[in-house]
């Protein structure tokens, strides 16, 4: 038998619209889908009637299906000679574990093709009014995972070199983590006064945004009760919110 092919594909960062055109023809084309926990359910509409949907989410500390078990899904569907599309949150190599899922099919000697998508660390921000760059505020911008944890011997990020290097940090999977990620910030240069901003389902209907600075932020999520999922945001560009908070205008006023 023919082997089928895997397309790895970034279904963007919540909004179903946010999604490429090749993102949608690789939907359409699909004998399987393999989707993800944080990708707007609307998409699969789009798939054949014929279609299999396989749910692959993943909570934390609670996965559907392991990492490990995801590949070989992929490789035993493709060998049947399926079309397999493997549906992931965001862009497939951003956090995505994009990376690995390639490393098997290529293994396997399985045709892949990977489709990028819009990122929730540019795309987040952007509706709640925040640019990741800004000409007078910052030239540059980090991604960066919040996710690890110092007292589980997880923490390997480089707080000093993040603290003065970078005007304008975007961490993913932060919000367990924040009181962390803001006191070590602080501990390696960032001033408490940094403004910063928590990004709750972002580019959805349930988007929320809280801000505040290193100092006040998590008080002001904990206020509101900010779950995840969540982008954590630091830096001056925080500040220009108040002015183009494009998306919570639209939504206020359809809800009149």
Same mark, same amino acid.
């Given at each position: 038998?023919?082997?089928?092919?895997?397309?790895?594909?970034?279904?963007?960062?919540?909004?179903?619209?946010?999604?490429?055109?090749?993102?949608?023809?690789?939907?359409?084309?699909?004998?399987?889908?393999?989707?993800?926990?944080?990708?707007?359910?609307?998409?699969?509409?789009?798939?054949?009637?014929?279609?299999?949907?396989?749910?692959?989410?993943?909570?934390?500390?609670?996965?559907?299906?392991?990492?490990?078990?995801?590949?070989?899904?992929?490789?035993?569907?493709?060998?049947? #000679?399926?079309? /397999? $599309?493997?549906?992931?949150?965001?862009?497939? !190599?951003?956090?995505?574990? =994009?990376?690995?899922? &390639? +490393?098997?099919?290529?293994?396997?000697?399985?045709?892949?093709?990977?489709?990028?998508?819009?990122?929730?660390?540019?795309?987040?921000?952007?509706?709640? #009014?925040?640019? /990741? $760059?800004?000409?007078?505020?910052?030239?540059? !911008?980090?991604?960066?995972? =919040?996710?690890?944890? &110092? +007292?589980?011997?997880?923490?390997?990020?480089?707080?000093?070199?993040?603290?003065?290097?970078?005007?304008?940090?975007?961490?993913?999977?932060?919000?367990?983590?924040?009181?962390?990620?803001?006191?070590?910030?602080?501990?390696?240069?960032?001033?408490?006064?940094?403004?910063?901003?928590?990004?709750?389902?972002?580019?959805?209907?349930?988007?929320?945004?809280?801000?505040?600075?290193?100092?006040?932020?998590?008080?002001?999520?904990?206020?509101?009760?900010?779950?995840?999922?969540?982008?954590?945001?630091?830096?001056?560009?925080?500040?220009?919110?108040?002015?183009?908070?494009?998306?919570?205008?639209?939504?206020?006023?359809?809800?009149?």
């Amino acid at each position: 038998m023919e082997r089928g092919k895997v397309y790895l594909v970034g279904a963007g960062p919540g909004d179903p619209k946010l999604i490429t055109v090749r993102g949608l023809e690789c939907i359409k084309e699909a004998d399987v889908i393999a989707y993800d926990r944080l990708i707007n359910k609307e998409l699969l509409e789009y798939s054949k009637k014929d279609c299999e949907l396989i749910f692959c989410g993943k909570l934390p500390g609670k996965h559907e299906l392991i990492q490990e078990q995801i590949h070989d899904l992929l490789v035993e569907k493709a060998l049947e #000679g399926k079309v /397999v $599309t493997r549906l992931k949150g965001g862009d497939p !190599f951003v956090f995505g574990r =994009g990376a690995e899922e &390639a +490393e098997v099919l290529v293994e396997h000697e399985i045709p892949f093709e990977i489709v990028p998508g819009i990122t929730s660390g540019i795309a987040a921000p952007a509706y709640a #009014g925040i640019p /990741v $760059t800004h000409r007078d505020h910052a030239g540059s !911008f980090t991604i960066i995972t =919040g996710h690890g944890r &110092a +007292e589980k011997g997880q923490d390997f990020i480089n707080w000093h070199a993040l603290a003065e290097g970078s005007d304008t940090i975007c961490f993913y999977m932060g919000i367990g983590n924040l009181k962390h990620i803001c006191s070590e910030l602080i501990a390696h240069g960032k001033r408490a006064d940094t403004p910063a901003a928590v990004i709750e389902w972002g580019t959805t209907e349930n988007q929320r945004t809280v801000t505040g600075t290193l100092e006040t932020i998590l008080k002001n999520a904990q206020k509101e009760k900010i779950t995840h999922p969540a982008m954590v945001i630091v830096g001056e560009v925080v500040r220009m919110r108040e002015k183009i908070r494009w998306f919570d205008r639209i939504e206020a006023a359809l809800s009149k």
